[in-house]
């Protein structure tokens, strides 16, 4: 069967410090993969898309960057945090196969300080 | 582009009481729709989908849904709410973006809470 894994789970970080947040997924090969955001009483905010490895497709403009490197690992990036970026981080994946639902990690509370 | 509108942001139930929360879309095609329930500090679990057929759909935990093209809803129902299943409930879209790959739109969600 699949297994999403993301972590860390929790994550304080100070203002100006680097972020790596990581998701893998088993079980299932070339899978569409998600980084999502949820800040409080506005959903979830769609980041980034992959389809494939190096294939990255950004929906906001924004300070995150993500990466492919391998086919199921995604990895969800900062250079230099900002306050704003503070909020919980769901990583997802998803068949290419149109109707499909998401399958979700456990997601990672990311807090800048 | 899909969208979807869940318009309470907070229903408070008792517990016995049956439940409906609402959903609706705007997509020009048929739309994949899908419903969510997030516990606090948690990710996603489906709950149930549509994707053709029967307008009645049977999910898990005792959900269902029903689609109605006529409305663009897509409506969750429980007929007797239990304490557990106080949280956050997120109504998706799953539709070709104008890049061509296959994503899901979400509600902004709508939270549960179940007086005992």
């Known amino acids: 069967s699949q297994t999403i894994h993301q972590w860390p789970a929790t994550l304080v970080q100070p203002v100006g410090s680097p972020l790596s947040l990581e998701c893998t997924v088993e079980?299932?090969?070339?899978?569409?993969l998600y980084w999502y955001r949820q800040a409080a009483g506005r959903g979830l905010q769609l980041l980034f898309y992959?389809?494939?490895?190096?294939?990255i497709s950004s929906e906001v403009p924004q300070n995150l960057s993500a990466s492919r490197p391998q086919d199921r690992q995604f990895i969800l990036s900062s250079k230099k945090l900002l306050l704003s970026d503070s909020g919980f981080y769901l990583c997802?994946?998803?068949?290419?196969?149109?109707?499909?639902?998401?399958?979700f990690g456990q997601g990672t509370r990311l807090t800048v300080v | 582009a899909q969208s979807v509108t869940q318009p309470d942001i907070h229903i408070t139930v008792s517990e016995g009481a049956s439940l409906e929360l609402r959903c609706n879309y705007s997509?020009?095609?048929?739309?994949?729709l899908f419903w969510y329930v997030q516990s606090p500090g948690q990710g996603l679990q489906l709950l149930l989908k549509?994707?053709?057929?029967?307008?009645l759909v049977q999910g898990i935990k005792g959900f269902e849904a029903e689609f109605k093209r006529s409305q663009s809803s897509f409506n969750l129902r429980k007929p007797s709410v239990h304490w557990s299943d106080a949280a956050e409930y997120f109504c998706?879209?799953?539709?070709?973006?104008?890049?061509?790959?296959?994503?899901?739109?979400f509600g902004k969600g709508t939270k549960l809470s179940v007086i005992p």
């Open positions: 997509y020009g095609a048929t739309p994949y």
């Open positions: 079980g299932t090969s070339n899978p569409n």
């Open positions: 992959s389809v494939g490895i190096g294939q």
């Open positions: 998706a879209v799953g539709a070709q973006s104008g890049a061509g790959s296959y994503q899901l739109t």
């Open positions: 549509y994707f053709s057929g029967d307008t």
């Open positions: 997802a994946w998803s068949t290419l196969s149109p109707g499909t639902e998401a399958f």
